[in-house]
């Protein structure tokens, strides 16, 4: 960290400074980033997805500050956290991210700044504001913010009922530049959601994408709309999405039947207290057998369903994709709905089609939230009703290891990174508010 940047650090974070004192202190004229480079996009050329390495191809970097636009905000990312996105724009998958940023450029000056030889990673941070661009009013430096990555100016009418339909709308630092694994960041001043006061800087910075995510698939009626005592599958219930899903189903009164990949992780989420938890490994379902569904298997499943919770699920919480698309919209409840927002294992889904329209099933797509679904995501985490899955701290130095985690399926829960902050532990603001829910935070990281 340069001398400069811990001068405005200091500043930033000290409760004394002035919001128009952290704005004087300079600026460095260079930061540290984590980045993949243009020039490199071919580099796996031939080489199988599961092996295409992010060691080889997410570098820390030192690039030039981002200038500042109208209704934007320089904050000082103290931690970030790794999704799955940054693993797809580090293996250049399915396409290399530097095509959203040179479409970006088309649209405006303001859009051209984003196009680069480099792309900063990290879709989620929590920090400090320590510069406000024009037109920004309700943020000021030394505001402790976490960020959310709807990245969209609403200038059009067609976003006004649901930002995410706006026809430009971006996920930031995906399909937009300087993300939050940088010694400075670039958001919009609506990105921004104040950082709950119990959490430290990497539990507040591992929430944003994949919570909000979860809360409208589950809760919002732009997708899940889920009610009381509803029945809901929750495929991958130890990941990012699948942790926090698990429990604002639970939160909301619904029944979670979690499945998971091996007897550990059906031993956490017990001891959780998620009572119904299927092993998919154990139970060696085999969705797919030779290039083909196998109904038999589909089936299989829905029965051991059945044995957990006596019913089938009204709604069923998707992104694996192909693998498991096929057994999930016939494992759903008759009207039932199947809530998809990914396909890690493939985009191609393949179902029969008899076990929707016959049993009148509902497939509803779902693409991360707005700002007031995000920001209510965070006030439930504030209010200390949801809790950070957080479970492994990377240095910036090391995110490339914890890329290969998460394309590995190595990890649990979420993976957090270091950034301007020198020690996990760092950035609570109300020390009795930690204290009251220390027991549960403590409970959720054990997910690692
Ligand atoms: P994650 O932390 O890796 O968790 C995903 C979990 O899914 C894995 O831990 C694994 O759990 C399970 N899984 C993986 N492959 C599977 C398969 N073939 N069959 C059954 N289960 C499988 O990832 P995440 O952060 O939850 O993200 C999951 C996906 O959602 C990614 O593709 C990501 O890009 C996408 N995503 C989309 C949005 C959006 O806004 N559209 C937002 C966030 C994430 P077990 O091995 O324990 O079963």
């Known amino acids: 960290m340069s ?98 940023l040179e479409r970006f450029a088309k649209e405006s000056e ?12 990290g879709s989620d941070a929590s920090g400090v504001v320590v510069r406000v661009g024009p037109g920004v009013t309700r943020w000021k430096p030394g505001d402790r913010v976490t960020v959310h990555c709807n990245y969209v100016d609403m200038e059009g009418p067609e976003g006004h009922d649901d930002s995410m339909i706006d026809p430009r709308q971006r996920i930031w630092a995906f399909e937009t530049n300087f993300g939050g694994m940088a010694e400075l960041a670039m958001v919009k001043a609506n990105q921004l959601m104040p950082m709950p006061t119990h959490l430290t800087w990497e539990e507040a910075a591992c929430l944003s994408l994949t919570l909000a995510t979860s809360y409208r698939m589950i809760v919002s009626p732009n997708a899940g709309a889920m009610k009381q005592g509803e029945v809901v599958l929750v ?54 057998r030779d290039g083909k569904q196998d109904p038999k298997e589909w089936k299989r499943f829905g029965g051991k369903i059945r044995e957990l919770v006596g019913e089938d699920p009204d709604m069923v919480f998707e992104h694996p994709g192909r693998q498991t698309f096929g057994a999930s919209v016939f494992v759903a409840k008759k009207g039932g709905r199947i809530i998809t927002c990914a396909s890690t294992s493939g ?50 130095d090391d995110v490339a290891e914890a890329a290969w985690a998460i394309h590995t399926n190595q990890h649990t829960g979420k ?10 532990g760092q950035g609570v603001q109300d020390a009795d508010k930690r204290a009251m829910h220390a027991g549960e935070i403590a409970k959720w990281k054990q997910l690692s």
Do not use: C
């Open 110 to 121: 303001l859009g051209a700044r984003h196009d680069l030889p480099y792309h900063i990673v």
């Open 347 to 396: 985009y191609m889904h393949e179902y029969d089609n008899r076990y929707l329209w016959m049993n009148l099933k509902r497939i509803v797509s779902s693409h991360f939230a707005n700002y007031k679904e995000a920001w209510e995501a965070n006030r439930l985490v504030n209010l200390g009703m949801i809790h950070p899955i957080l479970t492994k701290t990377y240095a910036l």
């Open 235 to 288: 495929w991958g219930a130890t990941g990012g999405l699948g942790g926090f899903a698990v429990q604002l189903v639970r939160n909301g009164g619904g029944i979670p039947v979690a499945v998971v990949s091996s007897q550990e992780k059906v031993d956490l989420l017990h001891s959780l207290g998620i009572e119904h938890v299927i092993d998919r490994s154990a139970e060696g379902y085999q969705f797919w």
């Open 3 to 100: 001398d400069t940047l811990k001068a405005l650090l200091d500043a930033a974070l000290s409760p004394e400074a002035a919001p128009q004192d952290i704005a004087a202190a300079p600026l460095p004229e260079t930061m540290r980033a984590a980045v993949v480079r243009k020039d490199e996009i071919g580099m796996f050329e031939g080489v199988p997805s599961a092996d295409k390495d992010p060691r080889k191809s997410l570098h820390v970097d030192e690039v030039p500050i981002p200038p500042l636009g109208p209704n934007e905000v320089l904050i000082a990312p103290m931690a970030s956290a790794l999704n799955f996105n940054t693993v797809w724009t580090s293996i250049f998958e399915p396409l290399p991210t530097f095509g959203f």
């Open 415 to 424: 993976l957090g990174v270091l950034v301007n902050a020198t020690a996990e």
